[in-house]
């Protein structure tokens, strides 16, 4: 490998689908920046979060470890103190690490008192911000209801809005995310409003505020520090509420919306899960076409207001020379249903909400041979981590981290790889787990997904699913009951029995360490099983013979 000193742009879009890029396929919607930044790298075409749901997948990004590993099973656990992070791999390889918008993380602040670590001490602030050093926090959550805010940390973002005189406390509710309509507040949260604009001049909307931020760190990074860095820049867009300013509000309308990929058959005997989440709110609304032909041009609009923000970004890095050297990631959280399989959202594991875009540029000369390729590996969003790792020089840490590098395949070779990819999730927190009358530990599910399967178990005495990728690719036909695949489903419950059994809490010794280890022992005087000293080396033995030390009389 070549001695250039790589710094990484780590970008995540919320809730963006794999395929709403031109890029992926999308027959309407244009992302030349996107596309341009794949032609120039390798886009994996099969990645799949660990989680379809923003807290725990994130985690899982951020760790390089399995839900069940690092234990955030859902919005709102906290990530216990401790956890191994990515800012404690690649700081420990000497890359900084730094946050620019989203993590949707959640203090253990228990576990901080526990162990009499200050929130504000050096290692107080990077247990809280998930293990990063925090350039600009903003999970961009600042809804407000009866019983306050959902995120009760201070915006930055409404700092900036207030800074540029949009009045009140909340200038993200009643502008950012929020259209005017006779004088009213046209809020977002209401899908009705998502054809307006927002009322907000486009330049001071969230993606180009944290565009412009990003954009800054980069500056001051270079201005302050000769150490390479990592900058995840995490968008909460396009995320909901589902409305995005002018002129990006009215580029696209209903002719532009896609039909919805779902069949009357699914409902017919449907799993108990997944007809329990056709039926909420959420499914109801995005399983009417009108509720479609308004959310979709304005999700559309805000992936293309994305786009053009990638378009300033690259050619500010362009200009400045920092293409050169500077990995850049691009993907996404989960993706949305969008109303596919009666649907909205995401939390189940059909390829709309699982399977998202990953998108690597690696300027370095090894990369010269895939680029503007592509690689249908089955990738984990595990697999991030230990790339980043990699490129930073340091030591593989299989011990703790779950995914692998994805640096072979970027050089353009066929590494040995993994035959299934996996996915998990707790609903043990949503209505649904009471109504089908599940104890809160049997709320679980397990996806599997190989090169033709597609498979889910449920806990709780709950029959799987299953899907046939080869011939059913809109994941239509649940093959879940059918005898005549039972073969497929003893399959998948094996490999989720040995994925079960991985060593996965065994992470403050690797391998390698417990390998030195044996025989060790015996040279500190542990001398187990033997009858006569004769047995083993003289050396060995020699604490354990000579004269008997005279007491002090």
Known sequence: MTGI???????????????????????????????????????????????PTCGSSRMSSYTGRYPSSHGVQFNGYPLRVGEWTMGDHLRKAGMSCHLIGKTHMVADAEGLERLGLAPDSLIGVRQTECGFDPFVRDDGLWAEGPDG???????????????????????????????????DIASGWFMVNANKPANIAEEDSETPWLTSEAIRFMEEAEANSDQPWCAHLSYIKPHWPYIVPAPYHDMYGPEHVLPAVRA?????????????????????????????????????????????????????????????????????????????????????????????????????????????????????????????????????????????????????????????????????????????GLAPKDARLFMITDQRWKFMHAEGGLRPMLFDLRDDPDELVDLGASEQHQPVLDLMYDRLQDWALRMSQRITLSDAQIIARRGKSDRKGILLGLYEPEEVAPELTEKYRGPVPKRNS
């Open 5 to 51: 000193a790589m710094n990484i742009l780590y970008i995540m879009f919320d809730q963006l689908r794999f395929d709403y890029l031109s890029c992926a396929g999308h027959p309407h919607l244009e992302t030349p920046h996107m596309d341009a930044l794949a032609a120039k790298g390798m886009r994996f075409t099969r990645a799949y979060v660990q989680s």
């Open 149 to 183: 805010f959902y995120d009760q940390k201070r915006s930055p973002y409404n700092a900036f809005l207030q800074a540029k005189g949009y009045p009140g406390d909340n200038p993200w509710r009643d502008f950012a995310n929020a259209a005017v309509e006779n004088g």
């Open 264 to 436: 009357a058959a699914e409902k017919d005997d449907a799993h108990p899960v997944f007809a329990g989440m056709m039926a909420n709110r959420i499914g109801e609304s995005f399983s009417r076409d009108d509720v479609r032909e308004r959310v979709i041009p304005a999700y559309m609009g805000l992936i293309k207001q994305a786009d053009d923000q990638m378009g300033r970004l690259f050619a500010w890095m362009e200009a400045t020379g920092r293409m050169k050297d500077t990995m850049i990631v691009i993907t996404s959280d989960h993706g949305d249903y969008l109303g596919d399989h009666w649907l909205g959202e995401k939390n189940l594991f059909h390829e709309p909400s699982i399977k998202v875009p990953l998108i690597i540029y690696d300027p370095r000369p090894e990369a010269n041979d895939t680029r503007g390729t592509t690689c249908d590996a089955l990738v984990e969003a595990i697999d991030l981590l230990p790339t980043f790792l990699d490129v930073a020089g340091g030591t593989p840490a299989p011990h703790i981290l779950e995914g692998r590098s994805l640096s072979p395949w970027l050089r353009g070779e066929c590494p040995s790889w993994r035959d299934y990819a996996m996915a998990e999730f707790d609903y043990s927190t949503m209505p649904l787990c009471e109504k089908l």
